[in-house]
């Protein structure tokens, strides 16, 4: 939102240096952004660290000039020669601006008119070069005639980007007045806060501002002249869902001319974010920035010549199945059948909060003209404007919640603007339905609950007083106040929650920064901790040191993103009933394909790639509408084994023993247990490099290398690309509470080599586990380090060679001990496996 500062003096007289200013609306709940300076000077010292931006006009190079006569150019015709006053001298000033072509030739002007001149030597934006680019004025000639200062357009003074014509201001501006202190501005960008709404307007700035700072609002009711006919039966009402329309308001002014606004209204608006149009289109914009209620003019006579000539019936309804609407951006919109929309007897005249309709629009030839305040139901409004893909200034407002009660206020606000500004009567009263009203919340606060909730001290008194600042009305009775609501607002609610909005205010007037620093006085709650979040951050950390990085994906997909993967037609899905997007209509089924998407969008990227995420998957259940969501781990690695540097050889790429190998270590530091892998045909995955992994008697997933096919749905690129998904409910119950810590031994260990020769079909993890058993408790260290097949040992053969590590806590190993370990590790493989040492 952005906030002129001479806008915001109408409604309040504060005189702050700009950064201290921006620091009291920032602590009152309504955060600078940004300060936009529009020729006032840049303040020396800004303690607060806000962002200026723009331009300084220079007291002595920047004035307010009349121009008196507009002479043709000798040598071009494109060019004019404007007779100046700018309060000391006359001037003959060289420009090109087309909205001077209408004076020229016509001799003295009987009604000067008033410019923004800068003299030579004063810095401003070039009107030519696209965006922002400083210039000086210096003396040149431009086809034979001397330059050397300018008659100025909006573009060069920082005001907008307007630079097609020069600024004409109005009639009143004084002549030789510092352009600064004629029109000098600052503008605030301020971001609104959903709940705080009611402040998307410079009343409603200006109320918090007035109420941070103890300063009275200037704000008074409109003084309209009623001097039309009455508006009784030349427009009719009908409401047919109050609880989508909970009020409308209708006023009518006639004999208007459409034309500009004063340029003070064209300037404010353009500073506020807005384009000016026309006078009476200005008067809605302008009363809304103002206000903050939202309102819509129709041509009164395109109503009437629809309704046959009679006076026109305004109907708000739901739209009928097929029925459409172009509105003002001249789009033709398919409407909902839960679009609300304010219609006549013809049909929709306008999506109602968000856009007016193209044919009911104002135009140069309108005289009579409808206005439009009104209220929605927040909801629809933001319902309708998202499946538009419409974002209005309207419906930014009616989205959030505007009280109903602005709805007259803002009519006969802006019906007085457009009086003043297009002529034209206005018909006696206005129509008004009220058939919703919401109820104003009043809540019962204590000065204890103050104490408690806040740390401070405030007596009823005290909090009746600050609470009045916001136009809150309060009843003091004794200890306690009674507090009802202004009309503006929506945000406060009742009980408890009431409470808490009202001490939210209280905190904001009292000062953040004078709340003191107190320790907790209720007594701390028993501290109980979380096993399985414990558990699973140490997972968490685990996999981090082991080198992979935590991705978070979207939980919402769809089913042929996920078909990539699973490749199963008609798989069952959470379905949303609203979902955000088209490739966000279910819940997933599988972590793993949201993990590999990462992959794909990424191994372009990095030359290794290496990720895990956990999270739930949503598998719906025939017999209940609620999904079970079981939690999920996925990791995947792609790319080399190591980053390419000039001092290493080259390690090649991740294969399934990198993805086994982080496997291992990761169950080692959590000191799982009894973990095995046993090859497995998945479809997923490559024949021959997969498996599945059990930790004791449970299974706990699958890992492997992507198959083939699968792998060509996706972009990924030539290195194997490797996955694995493990069910976290399995590992994370494994994780042991508490596990034995062994000694650094303090005897040396005995190492030595142990080749078998086993059938092929023997895997190395069952020589391993016979190894175990035949070992003890010496043997305390086992590696596989070679695997050997060749016509020496035989066919249907394969020779696996171990390094054995034993080691006695309490002394060191004789050699008799070692002799014997490895005898019972030779029987035991040779009774269980039917192994043979290799010579």
Partial sequence: MKIPLSWLKDYIDVNLPLPHLAHELTMCGLEVDEVELVGLPAPQDDGHGFKFTGITWQRD????????????????????????????????????????????????????????????????????????????????????????????SEKELGISEEHEGV?????????????????????????????????????????????QLDMPLKKSAPKLAWDGPSIEGQVYLQISDPELNPRFVLGLLRGVTPGASPYWVQRRLRLAGMRPISNVVDATNYAMLALGEPLHAFDYDVLVKRAGGKPPT??????????????????????????????????????????????????????????????????????????????????????????????QEGVELCLGYMAAWSGGEIA??????????????????????????????????????????????????????????????????????????????????????????????????????????????????????????????????????????????DAPYVRLANPIAAERTVMRRSLLAS????????????????????????????????????????????????????????QGALDFYDMKGILEALFTGLHVE??????????????????????????????????????????????????????LGVILGAVPFRYDAVAVPAYPPALEDLAVIVPEETTAQQVAEVIRQGGGKLLVDLQLFDIYRGAQIGAGKKSLAYKLTYQAQDHTLKEDEVRQARNRIIRRLEQALGASLRA
């Fill in 61 to 152: 190079k920047f004035v307010v000039a009349e121009v008196r006569e507009v002479m043709p150019h000798p040598n071009a015709d494109r060019l004019v020669l404007c007779r100046l006053f700018d309060g000391t001298e006359e001037l003959v000033v060289l420009t090109g601006a087309p909205n001077l072509y209408p004076y020229k030739d016509r001799g003295a002007l009987a009604q000067p008119l008033k410019v923004a001149y800068a003299r030579e030597g004063a810095q401003l934006y070039d009107g030519h070069q696209p965006g922002q680019v400083l210039t000086t004025l210096k003396r040149t000639k431009i086809r034979g005639v001397e330059s050397f200062s300018m008659v100025c």
């Fill in 167 to 211: 600024i004409i201001l109005d009639p009143d501006a004084p002549t030789g007045m510092p352009l600064v202190d004629y029109m000098g501005d600052a503008v605030f960008e301020i971001s609104i806060l959903p709940n705080m709404i009611r402040n998307a307007c410079v009343v409603g700035v200006a109320r918090e501002l007035a109420a």
């Fill in 314 to 407: 305004i109907i708000t309804r739901t739209a009928k199945p097929g029925e459409k609407l172009t509105t003002l951006d001249d789009v033709e919109r398919d409407l909902n059948d839960h679009t609300i929309l304010v219609c006549d007897g013809a049909g929709a005249l306008s999506l109602a909060g968000v856009m007016g309709g193209l044919e009911s629009e104002v135009t140069p030839e309108t005289r009579n003209v409808l206005l439009e305040g009104a209220s929605w139901n927040f909801i629809n409004i933001r319902r309708t404007s998202g499946e538009q893909r419409l974002l209005s200034e309207a419906s930014y407002r009616f989205s959030r919640g505007i009280h109903p009660a602005l709805a």
């Fill in 428 to 569: 006696a009263g206005l129509v008004d339905a009220y058939p919703n009203p919401p109820p104003d919340a009043e809540v019962e606060l204590s000065a204890a609950e103050v104490r408690r909730g806040l740390g401070i001290q405030l007596t009823a008194d005290e909090m009746a007083t600050l609470l009045r600042r916001l136009e809150f009305t309060c009843t003091v009775q004794g200890e306690s106040v009674f507090v009802k609501t202004p009309p503006h607002r929506l945000d406060i609610g009742s009980g408890l929650t009431g409470k808490a909005d009202l001490l939210e205010e209280l905190a904001r007037l009292y000062g953040y920064d004078n709340i003191p620093a107190t320790r907790l006085g209720d007594e701390l709650p028993p501290q109980r901790g979380n096993p399985l979040q414990e558990k699973e951050e140490l997972l968490r950390d685990m996999l981090v040191r082991l080198g992979l990085q935590e991705t978070v994906t979207y939980r919402l997909t769809s089913p042929e993103r996920e078909a990539r993967l699973l490749a199963v037609a």
């Fill in 595 to 650: 993990t590999l998407e990462v992959i794909e969008k990424n191994n372009r990227l990095r030359e290794r790639l290496a990720i895990f995420e956990i999270g739930p998957v949503f598998l719906p259940q025939p017999d209940t509408e609620l999904p079970v969501e079981q939690q999920r781990l996925t990791i995947a690695l792609t790319g080399l084994r190591l980053p390419q540097a000039w001092d290493q050889r080259p």
């Fill in 674 to 727: 009894r973990v095995g892998y046993q090859p497995l045909e998945h479809p997923v995955f490559h024949p021959g490099k997969c498996a599945a992994v059990q930790v004791g008697e449970q299974p706990a997933g699958v890992l492997g290398e992507l198959h083939p096919q699968v792998k060509a749905r996706y972009d990924f690129g030539n290195h194997p690309v490797l996955a694995a998904e493990l069910d």
